[in-house]
């Protein structure tokens, strides 16, 4: 991996993983794209962008042909909650986008990473210490996506020799870009109330556990997959990535250590109640583990401490 084009640039995700792939590979070799270009000012405008509608796909063509990388990484969709409220739009943008980002990949021989998620597993899945390989059958138009994402990948790569890889991802926590919609949403918001009003009132229920990942382990987890050697790889897409398995009073415990007056109340939203408990309390990480050597550094008190620290000297600027 040397040259890098991101579709979805500006997301949790596209933010931080731009800034970092610049660092590693040269700020000229990363080019990051997304619908709308940014307001000025916007660290990702300090190198290479373009708007894009993944949807485009001769626009993307011709943005990839001319700036001729070698890897695709993409990130731009509909995530699980939104998604929920535009089912059909959902399908399209989440199905019709990396079906051209695999085109362009595949035309232009390019290295292919796109991120599966959680959501790719439903009620019927196992709960605890879900395998890679399981029962799938997700009840949200966002879990039917990125089954169906992770089965295209691995059709790329077996009918076309294409290079894809992925992981699925628990749900992210970050200060540097807000999420955008998702179901696991609660756990980042959690942290900027704690620092701005010393209390939350949390949409996900108290003991409903989901798996989590801060965001550095999630970026250095996407270098390390796209830098493993291919032949130590059995699996490609798919692989289950986590570094902890939390609910809302975990977090809330784990801010009181840093923040000792902090409360904790509910407001339960069912919509965003059901996605969670259609989706595993905790998942096995062993592939990633063993095939490219997947090793989260980040457990709950590091990333509290981390993120309580990150937004208070946001909050003094
Ligand atoms: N953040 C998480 O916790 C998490 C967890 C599991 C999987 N994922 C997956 O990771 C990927 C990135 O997620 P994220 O959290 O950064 O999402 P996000 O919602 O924060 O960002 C998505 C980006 O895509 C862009 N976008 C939307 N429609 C577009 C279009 N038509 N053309 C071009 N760009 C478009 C948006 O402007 C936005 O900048 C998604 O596939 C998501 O399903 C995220």
Redesign the pocket.
Known sequence: MKRIMI?????????ELTLKLREIYGVENVLA????RPEEGNPVLDGPFET?????HDKMLAIADSFKPDTMM???????A?AEKNPVFAWN??MG?LLNALEVARKLEMQFF??????AFGPNTPKDNTPQTTIQRPTTM?GVN?VA?ELLCDYYHHHFGLDTRGV???????HV??????T??YAVEIYFKAVREGKYASYIDKGTFMDMMFMDD?INAIIELMEAPADKLVDRNAFNVTAMSIDPEMVAASIRKFIPEFELTYEVDPVRQGIAESWPNSIDATEAKKQWGFNPKFDLDKMTEEMLTAIRAKEQK
């Open positions: 579709t979805g640039a500006l997301g949790q995700i596209g933010t794209t997304d619908l709308r894009l509608d993944v949807m485009d993409h990130m731009a969709a509909l995530l699980s939104t943008l989440n986008g796109t991120p599966s998620s959680i959501g966002y990125k994402g699925r991802f628990p749900g992210l926590i970050s870009k807000e999420p955008g919609g998702g696991t949403d999630a």
